[in-house]
C-alpha cells in the first residue's frame, strides 16, 4: 500500500479490525468525517488479514442494488454466480460459503466501503448478513465504513448489532510533518522537514530585511 502512512490514528483503527476478527465479533463500525482515509484503511486491512490466511472479501455499497452488493459478496467470497442468479440464490451461495469456512476453521470478513451512503434495502442486507451464521463458533465479521452523520440513520437493529465504534480520526501535525518528511525521503530529499521550513523562514526574514 504505497499510499499508506501508519499514523498513529490508522494503526488503531486497523488494530481495532483485527481485535474484532480475533474475538469473532460480528459487527464493527468505521466511522469518521469526510476524507479522514475510511477507504483506504480498509484496503490495508484488507490486505493485512488476507496475509493472515482470513478469507476477505472489499465491497463498495455506493449505488449498489440488493442484487449487485449480493453479487459482489458472493465474488468475493470465491463462488461464481450465474449470470441470471436472483438475491435468493446470491443468498445461498454467500451462506454456504461462510458456513464452509467457518468448518474449515477460517474466519470469514467483509469490509464494507461507503456503508453509509446505501439506501434502506442495502441497510437490511447488513442485518440480514450480521445474523447469517448463528452458530457460537462463527468465524464472520462485518465492518461497515460511514461518516458519523449517516451512521446515525441506521435503524436501531443495525446499532444494536454492533459490537465496537471504530474512529478514523484527523492526523496530528506530528503525523503531517512525518508524511511529508518520507515522502520527500522517497523523493531523493534526505533535509529534515523542520530545518527546510526554518531555512525558508530565514530567507524570508533576510528579504523582508533587505527590502526595507
Known amino acids: 500500500m504505497g499510499q499508506f502512512y501508519p499514523t498513529v490514528g ?30 483506504l484503511v480498509l484496503r490495508v486491512a484488507a490486505a493485512q488479514l488476507a496475509k493472515q490466511g482470513r478469507s476477505v472479501v472489499l465491497v463498495d455499497a455506493l449505488g449498489a442494488s440488493t442484487r449487485e452488493f449480493l453479487w459482489q459478496v458472493a465474488c468475493g467470497l470465491g463462488t461464481t454466480p450465474r449470470e441470471d442468479a436472483d438475491v435468493s440464490w446470491l443468498w445461498r451461495q454467500v451462506a454456504d460459503r461462510v458456513v464452509e469456512n467457518r468448518v474449515r476453521q477460517v474466519d470469514t470478513v467483509l469490509l464494507v466501503d461507503d456503508a453509509g451512503q446505501a439506501g434502506p434495502d442495502i441497510v437490511t442486507q447488513f442485518l440480514r448478513l450480521a445474523r447469517l451464521d448463528v452458530s457460537p463458533a462463527a468465524r464472520w465479521t462485518i465492518v461497515l465504513a460511514a ?66
Open 147 to 212: 461518516e458519523l452523520e449517516q451512521a446515525a440513520r441506521w435503524n436501531g437493529p443495525l446499532a444494536t448489532c454492533s459490537d465496537l465504534r471504530i474512529d478514523v480520526v484527523p492526523w496530528t501535525a506530528e503525523d503531517t510533518i512525518g508524511y511529508l518528511q518520507t515522502a520527500l525521503v522517497e523523493a531523493g530529499r534526505l533535509e529534515p522537514l523542520l530545518m527546510m521550513v526554518q531555512s525558508k523562514l530565514c530567507m524570508k526574514l533576510l528579504v523582508e530585511c533587505r527590502d526595507r
Open 10 to 39: 490508522h494503526n488503531e483503527a486497523l488494530a481495532r479490525i483485527e481485535y474484532l476478527v480475533d474475538g469473532r465479533r460480528r459487527l464493527g463500525a468505521l466511522l469518521g468525517d469526510s476524507g479522514m482515509g475510511k477507504s
